[in-house]
């Protein structure tokens, strides 16, 4: 029964859903609309998705908490990671429940701007650095292939910088036209195949096929 | 050069000065800062999402007596039990639940958006002509050669038939087309990552250094 | 060891120093690079511009992270600049948890100017469960919030008075770095409901939405930081996004070095081992 049940969770919630695109009366003898029983499901299915949010957070505290209390190396690091969690969520809590005072909700806005925003602005930024260090050391054109990539990605970029349309007017032309024909031919048969690979996985998912999402024993 | 005297700003620009020491070097100023992103990355998700908790859950239920709630709310605590070895497969109802909204949600999307709309762009008429009736050579070439690239690289894919003669020039160009296409990626890669770049710097000579 | 292999080699930290050279002169002496706007853009600078004040209201979802924040929070401050501009009411909403924030940013300063939070504008706040979400609020708008992100019942705005379904929102732009995002829009709301949606989306993603355009599914792009540069020069205030367009070009022009000085090197250095 530990596998059974969610089978058939996942087969009746799933059924309901996808009906209701197809069927928005009632149904015959009941006083069900399909269309209203969707629209509570995925309310819930809100309410669920917030509680599992949740544990990523909690797991964090597990993982950092054993940190601390072992006195693992870094441990003090841990200690401020729980700190400063704690901190964003007491505010942010307070802000929920006291919409209407404004030194909670500047306090937020300024945890926000100022610690959680840049910082997270500042780890993708990261990202160009080694863009460039790729570049430079890895991007060869060893073969045909490589080297058509290479011309398309080229040509791109000197299309979609202001420079490269100062260097010649028919850049930004070539890019608009490698981007509106082969890489839309490109994506549109990406995601032709990928729908269809997402319709049959979900199809063995509702049907209790795939059993993945339930983890082992 | 107009350097901020607010705290705020200097905790902004001292922290996004230590996380970009990392391309230096890992050193302890980028480790103290990075925990402090994650923790207060987690913080304001539990902050945030109290009020989804508080409004859909805790509300229809104390306030406005809609005691069908407490389905979805032991649905939310099950999750909480996979830390526990001995009932973590309890939690295995909540994540049907969701997976099973998940496919049915799917299954419409992808199929109605994804799949038919998709391919009912690509029947186009290839033939362009203008209100007179007169062809248009380029858009018309640009149609033919947006069709059989879509086709030929559908034909990349079709693994049930060997891929010789005809099928293997339509798969070669397929690939070609695919390589436009990542190369294309590869362009826009690049120019985003710079432009996260440049937001970054922007917030640490302007609005902290002031020299902007 | 020779030249090309020494360049082959060079210390990734050389790069990088090169790289924040070339970017920061140009933020410091702008130059001043001509700019052409790209259709797209201009696409929902249109639609914008046919409204009615009188009874259109917009609806911006606000799905973008820090993360993603640089090359698309200029396109939110901008288009909300011409909504404000034109005195078209807007409704905010995420399925990213920090987008609600980011649309207050926008809110507090107009508010400074005097604009009237629920008459001009109204933060809905943050819905978790992503695609699920999008599909609750796009299925019943009205129904998803009970109150909005500042906590006022979603009945004593003004901005909402009429907004009973996803249709009475006259267009609906979607500010995205990732998933849950356009894709998810489309598939739940715009194929389902028939909206007319339009995007402003991270560099990275721009090709994805290419055959959803192409498709009449999206109308109207903003493509990354220089969509919101073509956008401030549309407005005719050029800002933030406009601003770093002379060192994104030189940023493209640097990595386009670095890629053929990398395969020069590399293609010399196999001749000479040839040899």
Redesign the interface.
């Given at each position: 029964m530990?596998?059974e049940?969610?089978?058939a969770?996942?087969?009746?919630?799933?059924?309901?859903?996808?009906m209701s695109?197809f069927f928005a009366g009632t149904i015959p003898g009941t006083a069900w609309n399909l269309?209203n029983l969707?629209?509570?499901?995925?309310?819930?299915?809100?309410?669920?998705?917030?509680?599992?949010?949740?544990?990523?957070?909690?797991?964090?505290v597990?993982i950092h908490g054993a940190a601390i209390s072992r006195k693992r190396k870094?441990w003090y690091?841990?200690g401020?990671?729980?700190?400063?969690?704690?901190?964003?969520?007491?505010?942010?809590?307070l802000?929920?429940h006291n919409?209407?005072n404004t030194g909670i909700n500047d306090l937020?806005?300024?945890?926000?701007?100022?610690?959680?925003?840049?910082?997270?602005?500042?780890?993708?930024?990261?990202?160009?650095?080694y863009?460039?260090?790729a570049?430079?050391?890895a991007?060869?054109?060893r073969s045909l292939?490589?080297s058509?990539?290479?011309?398309?990605?080229?040509?791109?970029?000197?299309g979609?910088?202001?420079?490269?349309?100062?260097m010649w007017g028919q850049f930004?032309v070539i890019s608009?036209?490698?981007?509106?024909?082969?890489?839309?031919?490109?994506?549109?048969?990406?995601?032709?195949?990928?729908?269809?690979g997402?319709?049959a996985t979900?199809?063995r998912?509702?049907l209790g096929l795939e059993r993945g999402?339930?983890?082992g024993? | 050069m107009n350097i901020s005297g607010n705290l705020?700003?200097w905790?902004?620009g001292l922290?996004?000065l230590a996380?970009?020491s990392?391309?230096y070097k890992e050193n302890p100023l980028y480790?103290?800062?990075?925990?402090?992103?994650?923790?207060?990355?987690?913080?304001?998700?539990?902050?945030?999402?109290?009020?989804?908790?508080?409004d859909?859950?805790w509300v229809p239920l104390v306030e406005k007596g809609q005691y069908?709630?407490i389905?979805?709310?032991f649905?939310?605590?099950m999750?909480?039990t996979?830390?526990f070895k001995s009932v973590a497969?309890v939690s295995?109802?909540?994540?049907?639940?969701?997976?099973?909204?998940?496919?049915?949600?799917?299954?419409?999307g992808?199929?109605n958006s994804?799949?038919v709309a998709?391919?009912r762009?690509?029947m186009i008429n290839v033939i362009a002509k203008d209100t007179a009736g007169a062809i248009l050579l380029p858009k018309t070439l640009?149609n033919i050669?947006?069709v059989v690239?879509?086709l030929s690289?559908?034909l990349y894919?079709f693994f049930s038939v060997e891929q010789k003669g005809p099928v293997k020039t339509g798969a070669t160009l397929?690939?070609?087309?695919?390589?436009?296409?990542?190369?294309?990626?590869?362009?826009?890669?690049?120019?985003g990552?710079?432009s996260?770049?440049l937001?970054?710097l922007e917030?640490i000579l302007g609005k902290w250094l002031g020299i902007l | 060891m020779n030249i090309f292999n020494k360049l082959?080699n060079?210390d990734?930290r050389v790069?990088?120093a090169?790289?924040l050279v070339v970017l920061v002169i140009p933020l410091l002496r702008p130059i001043g690079?001509?700019?052409?706007v790209?259709e797209t853009t201009k696409t929902i600078y249109n639609i914008i511009e046919d409204l009615d004040p009188a009874t259109d209201v917009v609806l911006l979802s606000f799905d973008y992270?820090?993360?993603?924040?640089?090359d698309v929070h200029p396109q939110a401050v901008v288009i909300a600049e011409h909504l404000m501009r034109r005195g078209i009411k807007w409704v905010g909403v995420s399925f990213w948890?920090?987008g609600p924030?980011y649309a207050?940013?926008i809110m507090?300063y107009y508010e400074a100017q005097g604009a009237m939070y629920g008459v001009d504008f109204v933060n809905l706040g943050y819905?978790?469960?992503?695609e699920?979400?999008i599909?609750?609020f796009g299925?019943?708008p009205r129904?998803?919030f009970s109150n909005d992100f500042?906590?006022?019942s979603i009945d004593s705005l003004p901005v909402m008075a009429g907004i009973n379904n996803i249709t009475d929102f006259a267009y609906t732009i979607d500010f995205v770095s990732g998933n849950p995002g356009f894709q998810e829009w489309v598939r739940q709301v715009q194929g389902?409901h028939g909206i007319k949606y339009g995007v402003g989306i991270v560099t990275v993603s721009?090709?994805?939405v290419?055959?959803f355009l192409?498709a009449g599914q999206v109308q109207g792009l903003l493509?990354g930081l220089?969509g919101a540069a073509e956008y401030e020069m549309l407005l005719g205030s050029p800002g933030a996004g406009a601003a770093k367009?002379?060192a994104?070009?030189?940023?493209?022009?640097?990595?386009?070095l670095?890629?053929l000085?990398?395969?020069v090197a590399?293609f010399m250095d196999k001749k000479k081992d040839k040899k």
């Open positions: 530990r596998r049940i969610p089978l969770i996942t087969f009746v919630v799933g059924m309901t859903i996808l695109y269309k969707a629209g509570d499901i995925t309310g819930w299915g809100v309410l669920v998705s917030a509680f599992a949010v949740l544990l990523a957070s909690v797991n964090l597990r870094g690091n841990s401020i990671l729980i700190a400063t969690m704690v901190a964003f969520a007491l505010v942010g809590i802000r929920k919409p209407a937020f806005q300024n945890m926000f701007n100022n610690v959680l925003s840049p910082l997270g602005a500042a780890m993708f930024a990261l990202l160009a650095f863009i460039a260090s570049s430079y050391r991007f060869r054109a292939e490589a058509i990539l290479l011309a398309a990605a080229v040509l791109v970029m000197l979609r910088a202001p420079i490269g349309e100062l930004p608009k036209w490698l981007l509106d024909i082969p890489n839309m031919a490109g994506q549109r048969a990406i995601m032709i195949g990928a729908a269809i997402g319709f979900s199809m998912i509702l999402h339930l983890g024993e | 705020w700003i905790f902004m922290g996004m996380i970009f990392f391309i480790r103290l800062f990075e925990h402090i992103y994650v923790g207060a990355g987690a913080g304001y998700a539990i902050g945030i999402n109290w009020g989804n908790i508080y859909r859950g069908s709630v389905i979805p709310i649905l939310g605590l999750l909480f996979r830390f497969w295995r109802w909540s994540m049907s639940f969701l997976v099973g909204i998940g496919t049915g949600t799917a299954i419409y992808v199929v994804q799949l998709q391919v762009a690509t640009n050669f947006l690239s879509v690289i559908l894919f397929g690939r070609w087309v695919m390589m436009v296409t990542f190369g294309v990626s590869f362009g826009n890669v690049v120019m990552r710079i996260l770049l937001g970054s917030d | 082959q060079i990734r790069i990088y090169i790289l690079i001509p700019l052409s790209n992270s820090p993360g993603g924040s640089p948890d920090a924030m207050e940013q507090k819905m978790a469960g992503g699920t979400a599909k609750n299925d019943n129904g998803a500042r906590g006022n389902p721009v090709p994805q290419m055959p192409q493509q220089r367009m002379d994104q070009s030189m940023g493209h022009m640097v990595i386009i670095f890629i000085v990398g395969n590399f």
